[in-house]
């Protein structure tokens, strides 16, 4: 082979050619599976967050209502009225949380016992909280209204 020829050869020869550099899009099917997890777990998160938010909202908005009882019954003149208050907003509580099956029939004795099993206490059937069975019928004082108050707010907060 001459020098010419050699040369006409190495003119015909082409440079190399990388190939097209990998791109971002489309994924790896690994990364879809990774990617739909991610989303699944913050869908569950976000449920989750939604329900635990949706429980609470009964128990806040009763324990703001019992604040509101509280400061009304520093008005002369209103015990009375905040006693039947007081009985009823328990009472709407219950219904909330157990269902009107387990709540709408109860009345004295047998409401005073559901009180104290789903508060996890004897406040009502033995203590302050025995006021709450005759509270809607008939005109009662009470001595110190903080006790009755303060079983109410630890039912509402216990109550399972």
Known sequence: MSSENLSQILQQLRDIHLP???????????WYVLLALGVGLFAVLGLWAVKRWLAARPKKHALKEL????????EPGKEQLVLVELSSLIRRYALVMF????????????????????????????GEGQVL?????????LKTP??????????IEKAR
């Open 99 to 126: 269902g009107h099956d387990a709540v709408a029939s109860l009345h004295g004795q047998c409401w005073l016992a559901f009180l104290d099993k789903t508060g996890q206490t004897t406040a009502f059937t033995q």
């Open 67 to 74: 604040a509101a009882l509280r400061t009304q019954l520093r």
């Open 146 to 155: 903080e006790p009755l108050f303060n079983c109410v707010k630890n039912w």
């Open 133 to 141: 069975a005759s509270a809607p019928y008939q005109r009662q004082k």
């Open 20 to 30: 097209h550099p990998v791109g971002f899009w489309p994924l790896a099917p690994g």
